[in-house]
C-alpha cells in the first residue's frame, strides 16, 4: 500500500469518525453533481431551441464537455469508498455510468416519435438522447438531495456551481471554456477564486474530494472495471462504435466436439434460465452486452452478483457429474453379474474415490483466490465437505441419500441465480455395458478441463478482486431487485435474443421489431427497486449507441 493510500485512508478514518458522516458526504457530492447538470441544461435547452439550425458539431460539443466532469465524479466515489456497505452511492454511480461508460462516448440515439430506430433526424434523436438521459438523471439527483439528504447540512461553497459565463450567452460554443474553468475549481490547487463565496480553502468537503482525486486506486470506479470489461471481453481492444468488428453483436463460445475451445467460456457463457425464440440460452454475455450501456446502479450491483455466481457455475456442474455418475455406477453394478466386466467396473469405482478428492482440491484452490466474502465461501466449503462424507461412506444407501442432498444443495444455488443447471449427457443417458467406460472418460476429461479453468480465470482475480474493494458482495444470490430484469416477459430479454440490435438504425436486413405497447410498463419494473428511484431510460429499448 503506497504513501499516499495510507494518509488518504487515514484523514477519512478522521472524517467519518467526527464531522463528516459517509451520508453528508454522498449529499455534498450529489447536490455539487445536481446543480453540474442544471448549470449544463442551460445550454443544452439552448439546443434545443436552435435545433432547425444545429450541427452534429454542435451535439458533440456538448457531449464532450460534459464529460470534463468525469473523472471529478469517479474522485467521490473513491472518496466514498466502502468495503463494507452493500451498495454503491446512487445516484453518483448512475452519473459514473453514463458520463465513462465503456465506450468513451455519451451520445445516444433515442428513438423516434413512432417509437422507432431510424437513420433519417439523427441529429434530432441525438438531441432528444441528451435530453431524456438528463432529465433522467437531474430526477434522480434531486429525489436523493430532497429525500435522502433532507437532515444534511450542506456547504455551499462546495455545491455551489458557479456560472463562469459572464456575457450568460448559453450557445453552445462557450460551454467547453465554462466546464474547464468548473472542472479547474475543483481539480487544480493553484486555481483559486477572489470570491470567498466561491473559494474552497476552507471546505472539509472538498478537502476530502482533492485527496481522492490524488489517489490513483480512484480508476477502480472506471464502468469497465465495474462492469468486468476485460474479463468478458478476454483483453482484446475494440472499438465499441464500429459496427464491423460485431462488438454489439451477440455472441455465442466456439464449440468442438460439445466443448468451448476457450475454457473461460464455460463462465463467461453461463446460460441463465431463459430461452431465446432460437432454443439458444440467454447468457452472461448477453447480460453484458446491455450491461455496457445501462446506467442503473442497481442493475449493476445485481450484474456483479451474477458474475460472481457464475464463476462458480463451472464447479458446480462438475460437482454434479460427479455425484450422478456416481450414483448410476451403484445402481448399475447392483445388477451387474459379469465377473470379468466387473473388476472394469470396480477399478472405476475406485478411481471415483480418487476424482472425488481432486474435486474437493479445486474447489479449495477456487475458494483460495479470494473472489468471495462469508456466504459463499462457507457454502463452498460445506460442499466439500458433503463430498468428503461421501468418499469417507462404504454404506451405498447413505451415499445416495448423501447425492440427493448434494443435488438440491447446488439446484438452490443454480434456481436462485436465474443459472441453467443442465450438465451434459450424464444424466440422461442410461447406463450400459457398452457405454459406461465412454461416460467415465468424459467426467475425467472435464476434471482436467476445470483445472484449467481455475488456472486461467487466475489470472483475472486481480479484475474480479477489485470490484470486491469497491462494495460489500456477501450475498449467495442474484438479488430480487436486480432479477426484475430478467423477468421472462420482458422486452430487454426480446432485445438480448437478437443477434444484432443495431440492424434497424442502418437498414440492414431482417430488422427486428419490438412491441412497444408495454415498454413503459416494463421500463418502471425494472427500475422499481426503490421508492426513491426515477425510472431511467433502458438502453436496447428506449436507446442505444450512437454510431
Known amino acids: 500500500m503506497t504513501t499516499c493510500k495510507i494518509f488518504y485512508i487515514f484523514v477519512l478514518m478522521i472524517n467519518f469518525s467526527t464531522a463528516m458522516e459517509y451520508m453528508e458526504l454522498n449529499c455534498n457530492f450529489s447536490k455539487y453533481i445536481l446543480n453540474y447538470f442544471k448549470h449544463n441544461e442551460k445550454y443544452l435547452l439552448k439546443l434545443e431551441e436552435d435545433k432547425t439550425n444545429i450541427s452534429k458539431r454542435d451535439l458533440k460539443m456538448y457531449g464532450k464537455a460534459i464529460q470534463s466532469h468525469g473523472e471529478i465524479v469517479i474522485a467521490m466515489l473513491e472518496a466514498l469508498r466502502s468495503e463494507e456497505r452493500e451498495n454503491y452511492p446512487s445516484p453518483l454511480m448512475d452519473v459514473n455510468l453514463y458520463l465513462n461508460n465503456v465506450s468513451g462516448s455519451v451520445e445516444m440515439n433515442f428513438k423516434n416519435k413512432n417509437g422507432k430506430f431510424e437513420k433519417s433526424n439523427r441529429k434530432l434523436n441525438l438531441l432528444n438522447g441528451f435530453l431524456m438521459i438528463h432529465k433522467a438523471m437531474v430526477e434522480r439527483l434531486e429525489n436523493c438531495v430532497n429525500n435522502i439528504c433532507s437532515d444534511v447540512s450542506f456547504d455551499e461553497v462546495f455545491t455551489n456551481c458557479p456560472d463562469f459565463n459572464e456575457m450568460k450567452d448559453y450557445r453552445i460554443n462557450f460551454l467547453p471554456r465554462v466546464v474547464e474553468k468548473l472542472k479547474n475549481r475543483l481539480s487544480k490547487n493553484n486555481f483559486r ?28 470506479f472506471h464502468p469497465k472495471k465495474l462492469l468486468y470489461y476485460d474479463l468478458m471481453m478476454g483483453h482484446q481492444i475494440f472499438d465499441e462504435r464500429n459496427l464491423t468488428s460485431d462488438v454489439q453483436c451477440r455472441k455465442l463460445p466456439e464449440v468442438k466436439e460439445h466443448r468451448a475451445l476457450n475454457v473461460l467460456d464455460y463462465f463467461k457463457f453461463a446460460p441463465l434460465q431463459y430461452k431465446c425464440p432460437d432454443d439458444s440460452y440467454l447468457t452472461l454475455f448477453d447480460i453484458f452486452r446491455h450491461m455496457k450501456y445501462n446506467f442503473d446502479s442497481k442493475q449493476l450491483q445485481g450484474y456483479q452478483e451474477l458474475v460472481l455466481a457464475s464463476t462458480i457455475r463451472p464447479i458446480l456442474i462438475l460437482v454434479r457429474m460427479y455425484v450422478v455418475f456416481l450414483k448410476k455406477i451403484i445402481i448399475f453394478s447392483k445388477h451387474f453379474t459379469n465377473n470379468t466386466n466387473r473388476n472394469n467396473l470396480n477399478e472405476i469405482y475406485n478411481n471415483m474415490s480418487i476424482i472425488g478428492s481432486i474435486i474437493i482440491k479445486q474447489i479449495e484452490d477456487f475458494n483460495n483466490l479470494s473472489l468471495f466474502k462469508i456466504q459463499p465461501k462457507t457454502y463452498l466449503d460445506n460442499l466439500c465437505n458433503d463430498i468428503r462424507n461421501i468418499l469417507n461412506e462404504e454404506r451405498s444407501e447413505l451415499i445416495l441419500v448423501m447425492v440427493s442432498n448434494i443435488m438440491k444443495y447446488t ?78 416477459e420482458s422486452d430487454i430479454i426480446k432485445r438480448l435474443c437478437s443477434q444484432n440490435i443495431y440492424m434497424e438504425v442502418y437498414n440492414m436486413e431482417n430488422p427486428e421489431s419490438i412491441d412497444d405497447k408495454n415498454t413503459c410498463n416494463n421500463k418502471l419494473i425494472a427500475n422499481s427497486s426503490s421508492k426513491l428511484n426515477i425510472p431511467l431510460p433502458m438502453y436496447m429499448i428506449d436507446y442505444i449507441l450512437y454510431i
Open 193 to 220: 477564486l477572489k470570491d470567498e463565496r466561491l473559494n474552497l480553502n476552507t471546505s472539509e468537503v472538498f478537502r476530502i474530494l482533492e485527496i481522492a482525486l490524488k489517489n490513483d486506486s480512484r480508476w477502480d
Open 411 to 488: 439446484k438452490s444455488f443454480f434456481d436462485k441465480n436465474k443459472l441453467n443447471k443442465y450438465f451434459g449427457i450424464i444424466i440422461d443417458v442410461k447406463i450400459t455395458d457398452d457405454n459406461v467406460h465412454i461416460l467415465y472418460n468424459e467426467l475425467a476429461q472435464l476434471v482436467d478441463v476445470k483445472l484449467t479453468y481455475l488456472f486461467e480465470l487466475e489470472k483475472y482475480s486481480e479484475s474480479l478482486n477489485t470490484i470486491n474493494n469497491t462494495r460489500s458482495i456477501n450475498d449467495l444470490f442474484f438479488k430480487n431487485s436486480s432479477k426484475e430484469l430478467l423477468k421472462s
